[in-house]
């Protein structure tokens, strides 16, 4: 998703810029409370983990703070699954392609070779921006038909059919 500012941006339409920095602070307090408690999707470690073994090079473009990707790998024990990950606070935040540009860099590939997996449009406009393929999964922020509307190879409904379809297409 977004970064923090854009996502308060989006659902605080006017809050005063004088309000940013309390909101912000309130957010991570309260979020950092519960990180620990947010579970993964059914199927989705092992589904990482097939994917790496299968020889793929996997990555991570989020809207999260580079502390709260590290704590979320931490809690989760992802981290070794994943060759490389940018965060809204090193680069532009989605829709911009830039961190699919500086991971598809860092990585030695080109648009060609990656695909996107995402649960938002703005996931899917990044890497439309960034030239890359992607498949969306409809359990995110956006209902169904916005991901659709942004023409991705695929548009499934959870981790379960992911897999499958990337066993198949990937």
């Known amino acids: 998703g977004l970064g923090l500012k854009d996502a308060l941006s989006y659902a605080i339409p006017g809050l005063p810029a004088d309000d940013y920095g309390r909101m912000v602070e309130s957010y991570r307090r309260h979020f950092r409370a519960r990180d620990p408690e947010i579970p993964l999707f059914p199927g989705a470690q092992a ?3 097939g994917l790496k073994a299968r020889g793929h090079t ?3 473009a989020t809207g999260k703070s580079r502390a709260g990707l590290t704590r979320a790998l931490d809690n989760t024990a992802l981290r070794p699954l994943f060759a490389a990950s940018r965060c809204a606070d090193q680069c532009a935040s989605k829709p911009a392609p830039d961190m699919l540009f500086e991971l598809m860099e860092e990585l030695g590939t080109d648009a060609v070779n990656t695909l996107m ?3 938002t449009v703005h996931d899917l ?3 439309a921006h960034a030239g890359v393929q992607a ?3 409809s359990h995110g922020a956006h209902p169904r038909g916005e991901l659709v509307a942004l023409a991705p190879l695929a548009c499934l409904e959870n981790i379960e059919e992911l897999t499958r379809w990337l066993a198949q297409n990937a």
């Open 135 to 137: 498949v969306a999964v």
């Open 58 to 60: 996997l990555a991570i």
């Open 47 to 49: 589904m990482l983990a």
């Open 117 to 119: 997996i995402g649960d």
């Open 125 to 127: 406009q990044m890497a």
